[in-house]
């Protein structure tokens, strides 16, 4: 009897998100996955994309209506899943995907989405995860660990802190919300380097679990493709790398043996620092 891996996976209908979904079914023939979109409409055009691609997946895929800004939702989205199996049929594993970036919302929208909305997926969905194995991958940025490269020592600590506790993130990110009109913050690198954060948090919480965060790389999305259209190049010359190369990471985190929990990974699918950036290709962090 096949023991099937199902994973809920969030912003799915697209970009990172949906080549995650893709990458998850063709790598594990025992895999299902909830496709997480916040339109319904949206979820199930992605989902109809998958399928005209790759029939065989007809009974893998589901899509999940789900906006991680939205508490009743995400509830609803965790309901909805619970319904859908016995006890003894839990959820493998969430991938916290979906995010927006600072070029078209304010420093508290993207709060919302980039880290409250991943604490939110986690406090609905964490109770139907397997206990024996589960896995939580959160989708977090370089953007992060450039942002505390740029901090006070004291929020440097905070944010790298392994006792590090939510009540002391939340605390921060008020703290950047009032200081906001000055415009020296990065809301995106600093919705990042909470998630990191976070990471770390939920990781001492739920021993049981794996739970790791990683950045997919510099991915061609509709949150970086604006910046090369500003400067009238295209993505690829920019550095920017199809959707497909952004789940290396995720899904090694989601299958493979990262070596713990409560780490930040790079797109190598190599453990990276919390505090400073490390390239692709450089040796791994050891946690010095």
Request: proline share 6%.
């Amino acid at each position: 009897m096949t023991e099937w891996k199902r994973v809920v996976v969030t912003g799915a209908n697209k970009g990172i998100g949906l080549a995650t979904v893709g990458a998850i079914l063709e790598s594990r023939d025992d895999s299902f996955v909830f496709l997480g979109s916040r339109s319904l409409e949206r979820g199930q055009a992605a989902r109809k994309k998958l399928l005209s691609e790759q029939p065989d997946w007809e009974g893998r895929v589901e899509v999940l209506q789900l906006d991680v800004s939205d508490d009743e939702s995400v509830q609803a989205a965790a309901d909805e899943v619970a319904k859908r199996f016995e006890e003894d049929e839990p959820l493998y594993g969430v991938v916290n995907n979906a995010g927006i970036s600072g070029e078209h919302a304010d420093m508290e929208k993207v709060l919302d989405v980039n880290t409250y909305g991943p604490r939110r997926v986690c406090q609905a969905f964490l109770p139907l995860v397997d206990s024996r194995q589960g896995r939580v991958v959160n989708i977090s940025s370089a953007s992060g660990p450039n942002f505390v490269a740029d901090c006070s020592e004291e929020r440097q600590e905070l944010l790298t802190n392994p006792d590090v506790t939510w009540e002391e993130i939340e605390a921060l990110m008020e703290e950047c919300l009032a200081e906001e009109e000055e415009g020296s913050i990065s809301a995106y690198g600093l919705s990042k380097a909470c998630l990191n954060a976070y990471t770390i948090e939920l990781a001492r919480e739920h021993p049981e679990l794996t739970i790791n965060a990683c950045t997919p790389g510099f991915i061609e999305t509709d949150l970086t493709r604006p910046w090369a259209e500003a400067r009238g190049v295209a993505p690829e010359e920019m550095g920017m790398k199809p959707p497909q190369a952004g789940t290396k990471a995720p899904l090694h985190l989601l299958f493979g043996e990262p070596g713990g929990s409560g780490w930040y990974f790079g797109s190598d699918a190599e453990r990276s620092p919390l505090d400073r950036y490390r390239s692709p290709g450089d040796p791994p962090y050891r946690g010095d």
